[in-house]
């Protein structure tokens, strides 16, 4: 049976902010000391402190944004504990994350100068939970201030001269829960009087992110947007795939079974109903849609590795995780018009990591792979397109087979960007583009699928997962018949020759 896929070259959906493809990255486990930061005397090669290795291939993913210092964390984290000279900042515990000792070694330089390797934005997230008003409102000064003034001098003498250009500011992360706790109706009154103090110094303007819901909490949505939403250019959404009934059996990141790996996708699919129920109230009170909806925190959480700390959240990551990756990022793109970020948690050995490291050892991710062939799409024109996907049925329920998006970039090229869920069936799949002026149309295609559910990387078998050429199709004017193989995600690019 054939899915049906009709793809309107001529008929745009809005534009896929790049920053989509953002990443998160806390103080938590392994993410930051030894998945960035190893200090200027690790025999891991590094510049000032942070490791080549992990920003050569996060560079080669264009990321365009990176959120930081958490998570629960930012919530407990107090920056000026993370500045000066090295040896003499304050020692604290991370009591979310393993009650280990932070030492503070990375903090507002050592993570602006991260983003300016990356060459991709800082989103940083403020302390709504534990911190004053003051201090929120310092730290932006801090950065931000090109002037004489207490904190840029402070900044100054930590050896900065020139401020730093910081757009993405988060007033406070999960103030429903880690953050403090708090009822809506008390944390939008904070979040209006934080935000006061959140000053555009110069030319920097800040683009304030009010904390939002978790996942189906529409109540929380609805009241911030009825309190605050003149105070906000946007507000966050949290959700986690998690496979299992409860968080205490959250599933097993490998060796889980047939059923496990269609729960997981189907729930991931709930990311669709999320966005759209919480547009809904957005559009009551904005239906300009000027505020954007920022999923900061999104991804697979399953049990951690065998052996590991419980509260570092390591996890691997197989080709399960990759379609995971593949259906929200095309559903990201569907509903590109109110959602202006979204960023993966997290971006280096905890939970869906995009790379994970050993030592002076580093391996790419299926998901990593993901983001890599997905990059085409980034500030692309969405297309619109409709899809009759055949069902992918498990014990009486159903979900489509195929998630399909596209888009058209600045130079005219399609991308589209296809994934079959279902782990047994290939999926026979007729492409129709509408639109175009064609004849001669060029496609290329890149797949990233595997023989087995759990199939993933290894430092001792690095791509066992990897992209390769995709040539399962044939062309017929400007119709393209494919067959995707199982468990796959796949990109087919488009040029009209001539
Ligand atoms: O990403 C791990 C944690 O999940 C974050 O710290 C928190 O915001 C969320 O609950």
Known sequence: MTNRITINADQAAGTINRNIYGHFSEHLGRCIYEGIWVGEDSPIPNTNGIRNDVVAAL???????????????????????????????????????????????FGTHEFMELCEMLDCEPYISGNVGSG???????????????????????????????????????????????????RPEYYADEYRKFQTYVRNYGDNKVYKIACGPNDFNYEWMEVLMREATRFMDAISLHYYTVTGPTWTEKGAATGFTEDEWYTTLRKALVMDELLTRHSTIMDKYDPEKRVGLIV?????????????????????????DALVAGVTLNIFHDHCERVQMANLAQVINVLQSVILTEGEKMVLTPTYHVF?????????????????????????????????????????????????????????????????????????????????????????????????????FSVEGSSIKAKLSPMSVTVLALSVEG
């Not at 700390?309 to 996890?315: A, E, S, T, V």
């Open 59 to 105: 560079k080669q993913l264009q990321i365009p944004v990176l959120r930081w210092p958490g998570g629960c964390f930012a919530d407990e984290y107090h920056w000026k504990d993370g500045i000066g000279p090295r040896e003499e900042r304050k020692r604290m515990i991370n009591t979310h994350w393993g009650g280990v000792v932070e030492n503070n070694h």
């Open 132 to 182: 004053t008003v003051q201090e929120m409102s310092e730290w932006v000064e801090y950065m931000t201030f090109d002037g004489v003034s207490p904190m840029a001098e402070l900044r100054k003498q930590n050896g900065r001269e020139k401020p730093w250009k910081l757009k993405y500011f988060g007033v406070g992360n999960e103030n429903w829960g880690c953050g403090g706790n708090m």
């Open 296 to 320: 900061d925190e999104w991804g697979t959480w399953f049990d951690v590795e065998p052996g590991t700390n419980p509260g570092f959240l390591y996890q691997q990551n197989t080709i399960r």
């Open 372 to 472: 890599d062939m997905y990059k085409v799409h980034q500030d692309a024109t969405g297309l619109k397109t409709t899809v009759e996907s055949q069902p992918y049925t498990r014990d009486g329920q159903s979900i489509p087979q195929v998630s399909v998006s596209a888009s058209k970039d600045a130079a005219g090229s399609i991308h589209i960007s296809l994934c079959n869920l279902d782990s047994d069936a290939a999926a026979e799949v007729e492409i129709d583009i509408r639109g175009l002026a064609a004849s001669g149309l060029k496609v290329e295609g890149t797949e990233l699928t595997a023989a087995i559910q759990d199939a993933h990387n290894t430092f001792n078998n690095p791509d066992s997962v990897a992209p390769n050429v995709y040539r399962a």
